[in-house]
């Protein structure tokens, strides 16, 4: 089930994405980018409808995955 992510506390938010980030194994090339960055660019990704946060109520886990309006 998809949760707001405007439902969230700031700091549960924070920590959220940067599990997501930091478990991301993406090579941006030359660039490197530092964990703030990233964090940021996921935050602005939600603002934006691109990405969601779900909850598995059987796992009791919440994730951040590609938003079904992004997938189409």
Do not use: C, N, W
């Amino acid at each position: 089930m998809d949760i707001p992510y405007s439902k969230l506390e700031p700091d549960l938010l924070r920590k959220l994405v940067e599990e997501f980030v930091s478990r991301e194994g993406t090579d941006y090339g030359d660039v490197t980018y530092d964990l703030d960055a990233k964090v940021e660019a996921v935050l602005r990704q939600l603002k934006r409808g691109e990405v969601t946060v779900t909850f598995d109520p059987e796992t009791e886990t919440a994730s951040i995955h590609v938003s079904d309006e992004r997938r189409r």
